[in-house]
């Protein structure tokens, strides 16, 4: 009954390691193809991200298409404030730097900063 036990707790981490690394896989195959098609390197949109919130730390950044538009998305935080910072990863212009609020249900009610 126990070596049951065993194995099929085996089994079951075994699943779950595959599952995990195949979406990890997804997802960097789906990044690559994205940064393949980016004209602004990750390094250029970084500088521009930035440069909009000086002295920031960037805790999180993604390349995503949203709404059609290939942009980076950045989370930069300074003086305890996160900033929600995106840059069009074909122009290099930056589309928004806002302040996240932290009740923020989806409304686009942030506070906008240096756009």
């Known amino acids: 009954m126990r070596r049951t036990v065993i194995l099929g707790t085996l089994a079951v981490l075994?699943?779950?390691?595959?599952?995990?690394?195949?979406?990890?896989?997804?997802v960097a195959e789906e990044q690559e193809g994205m940064l393949a098609r980016a004209a602004v390197s990750p390094e250029a949109a970084r500088s521009?991200?930035?440069?909009?919130?000086?002295?920031?730390?960037?805790?999180?950044?993604?390349?995503?298409?949203?709404?059609?538009?290939?942009?980076?998305?950045?989370?930069?935080?300074v003086d305890g404030n996160t900033y929600d910072v995106e840059v069009d990863a074909m122009t290099g212009e930056l589309l928004q730097?806002?302040?996240?609020?932290?009740?923020?249900?989806?409304?686009?009610?942030?506070?906008?900063?240096?756009?």
């Open 48 to 77: 521009t991200a930035l440069a909009s919130v000086r002295n920031g730390r960037i805790t999180e950044a993604e390349l995503e298409e949203e709404n059609g538009r290939l942009q980076y998305a950045f989370d930069i935080v």
């Open 14 to 26: 075994a699943i779950g390691a595959t599952a995990a690394w195949k979406i990890q896989h997804d």
């Open 97 to 115: 730097s806002v302040i996240e609020n932290e009740d923020d249900d989806e409304d686009d009610d942030d506070d906008e900063v240096g756009r």
